[in-house]
């Protein structure tokens, strides 16, 4: 029987309440920020990423070490690469060792150090080769700055047990990418991923196994979060206590040095996963795949994807997509890629529920008519910060007919409907520009869906003005086939106070008497102020 997220979360160990709350994650990037002086953000990152990744790894290790230390009366090693790899921690070589680097922090060579750590940690883990980041290739910081990153980054761990049963290097990437973001000038949504706009879409999906797709992975937090549900909800719902192991992973990532902090990000994690460097659009390194889950945040209104040069593609089957904007590129793409029973989520920018531009409507209508939309979502208008375009999630289904279905969970006939949800009113600010959902909006949002595909223990699908409401195709025809939410699920139902119409209007109305008088005195006494001022003209 499946729980409700709300039952369930009880039961995860994550102890979050919006997706960007651990406490010290944006004082300890302005902190590192300050000490690139003249440096790059760009070339800046790669330092503070590559240290970060180290200190995990120390962390881990060390701990570990700690462990086998007190129990070598019992016959541990702690100097057995062995007794690290049993259980997922990664072997640290003693030039590579915390306490080596600390005593060199203050010499010139600190930056040889660095990378002298780094590739004897991929000579011993064979899982790391080609993924650790090393500062070769890129001008790194004079050795004070160096010595005191290392400093600053020494005072945080991200790699223990407790660490990462927080996620605590999930948290610090993300707000790291977020911060260079902007001190690039870049999309955030071209580095990161929000956190709940990860989880949301992992949550209603339920990928517990199967071929899990994502062909734009960043640096792999959809990924991340997969395993992270599957291993936080293991029982109880149905999948046999697996924590991972029955999901395949394939992506694809076209920036080079993303790829390799997506090859990163999953093996610290101890996650297998397929993971290609190339364009999906022109270099798909995964031409036959067909997954069972589509997980996916495309860069939003991408102009210059080399759509020219695909204008006879066998991905779009439903409309060739413009030149000048690949936002119905990447959900063709998508569509082309699911196996017969396969679930997609992905973000898009809110225009492409709605654009008519160079064709986008008329694929729009083709995908309708084919009975590929599932549900729509529309987020809150500052969640994809850094862009600040206003983002939508899709969710599309190969077969909605409830015959079956790839999930763990019955399903029931919805063909020819689609189900709206609109949570531009959701969430609360972090910060003076940023919204996040918060894990009670996330539950709402991922149970209804579940409620609509028909699984019971999800909790009723009634419709809710102002918020959620299924739409029959006929009805989404007659708004000229757009999918915006807002069109069908109407207004917020307001409560009646219980006070007659005739005495609230008088009411009002001597209110607004009263205001306008208030204003002209206001005027008078402002304008006074000015002629005794010399200013009467």
């Not at 997509?321 to 063709?332: D, E, I, K, L, S």
Request: hydrophobic share 35%; proline share 5%; aromatic share 6%.
């Amino acid at each position: 029987m499946r729980e409700t997220l709300a039952k369930r979360k009880n039961n995860a160990s994550s102890p979050n309440t919006t997706g960007a709350t651990v406490g010290y994650e944006a004082e300890l990037w302005q902190m590192a920020n300050a000490l690139r002086g003249s440096m790059d953000a760009a070339e800046y990152k790669h330092v503070v990423l590559g240290l970060i990744f180290l200190k995990y790894i120390s962390d881990a290790f060390e701990e570990q070490h700690a462990r086998l230390e007190a129990e070598r009366a019992q016959g541990a090693d702690p100097e057995d690469p062995d007794e690290y790899r049993a259980v997922n921690v990664f072997w640290v070589p003693p030039e590579a060792r915390r306490a080596h680097r600390n005593a060199r922090v203050k010499q010139p060579t600190i930056g040889r150090l660095v990378d002298d750590a780094m590739a004897g940690i991929e000579r011993d883990n064979p899982a790391l080769t080609g993924v650790v980041p090393k500062n070769d290739d890129r001008p790194v910081l004079d050795r004070q700055h160096l010595g005191r990153l290392i400093d600053l980054i020494g005072t945080i761990r991200v790699g223990d047990e407790e660490a990462r049963a927080k996620d605590v290097l999930g948290r610090v990437d993300e707000e790291g990418r977020s911060q260079f973001a902007s001190a690039e000038g870049t999309q955030r949504g071209a580095l990161t991923t929000p956190r709940c706009v990860v989880k949301l879409p992992v949550e209603r999906l339920d990928p517990y196994r199967g071929r899990v797709d994502d062909p734009c992975c960043g640096s792999a937090g959809m990924f991340v979060q997969s395993v992270e549900f599957i291993r936080a909800h293991a029982n109880g719902n149905g999948n046999g206590g697996k924590t991972g192991a029955d999901i395949s992973i394939y992506g694809q990532e076209s920036n080079y040095t993303t790829w390799r902090l997506a090859k990163m990000n999953l093996a610290i994690r101890g996650i297998d996963g397929q993971i290609a460097h190339g364009d999906t659009f022109h270099n798909d390194r995964f031409p036959d795949l067909k997954a069972d889950f589509i997980l996916a945040n495309p860069p939003f209104n991408v102009k210059d994807w080399g759509g020219e040069r695909l204008r006879d593609d066998k991905r779009w089957k439903y409309g060739v997509p413009p030149v000048g904007n690949a936002n119905f590129a990447w959900v063709q793409r998508i569509i082309h890629h699911l196996a017969p029973t396969g679930y997609a989520g992905f973000v898009l920018a809110n225009g492409s529920m709605s654009s008519n531009r160079s064709g986008e409507g008329e694929i729009r209508k083709h995908i309708i008519e084919a009975d590929l939309v599932d549900c729509m979502v529309a987020l809150p208008g500052r969640r994809c910060s850094a862009t600040q375009i206003p983002a939508c999630l899709w969710f599309s289904a190969r077969d909605t007919s409830g015959r079956g279905g790839f999930g763990p969970h019955p399903s029931r006939n919805r063909r020819g409907h689609v189900r709206f949800i609109d949570a531009r009113t959701m969430g609360c600010m972090v910060d003076r520009t940023h919204c996040d959902l918060t894990d009670e909006d996330i539950t709402k949002i991922a149970d209804t869906s579940h409620a609509w595909r028909g699984e019971q223990e999800a909790g009723d699908d009634a419709d809710v003005p102002g918020f959620g409401t299924s739409a029959t195709r006929e009805a989404i025809r007659t708004h000229g086939d757009v999918l915006t939410p807002g069109r069908s699920v109407g207004a917020e139902a307001v409560e009646d106070d219980g006070e007659p119409f005739d005495e609230k209007m008088k009411r009002l109305v001597t209110q607004l008497r009263e205001q306008q008088a208030e204003a002209r005195r206001l005027d008078e006494a402002i304008w006074k102020n000015l002629r005794e001022l010399g200013y009467d003209a």
